[in-house]
Nanobody, 124 residues
Framework: VQLQASGGGCVQPGGALRLSCTGS????????ISWFRQSPGQEREWVAA????????YYSDPIKGRFTISRDNAKNTVYLQMNSLKPEDTGIYYC??????????????????WGQGTLVTVSR
């Protein structure tokens, strides 16, 4: 069972990136998939989630209205479309799979496995 996160890179403020989280040996639609990020010098924080079996989504306040999480079940992939990027969005982004209740989406202990992380840098 493996999650592969990809799509990171370096962009200017106001730019966009799309991250991908692809499952190997696991069907992602059977799980809630969350994105977390860890900015330099800070603890890892929850960013967004898409619930198992459907398309219900949740977002943290700092990224609400700018990021969109979605699924492509045929590709066994979850995406994080990031628009209007800001320097404070810089960090390593991780995807994780689990079945947390809504109130525990940000609890890392509720997730069974994690991708390796992909680096996003927003800078001039």
């Amino acid at each position: 069972v493996q999650l592969q996160a990809s799509g990171g890179g370096c962009v200017q403020p106001g730019g966009a990136l799309r991250l991908s989280c692809t499952g190997s040996g696991v069907t992602l639609r059977d799980y809630t998939i969350s994105w977390f990020r860890q900015s330099p010098g800070q603890e890892r924080e929850w960013v967004a989630a898409i619930r198992q079996g459907g398309s219900v989504t949740y977002y943290s306040d700092p990224i609400k209205g700018r990021f969109t999480i979605s699924r492509d079940n045929a590709k066994n992939t979850v995406y994080l479309q990031m628009n209007s990027l800001k320097p404070e969005d810089t960090g390593i982004y991780y995807c994780a799979r689990g079945r947390p209740i809504v109130s525990a989406l940000s609890n890392e202990e509720m997730y069974y496995s994690w991708g390796q992380g992909t680096l996003v840098t927003v800078s001039r």
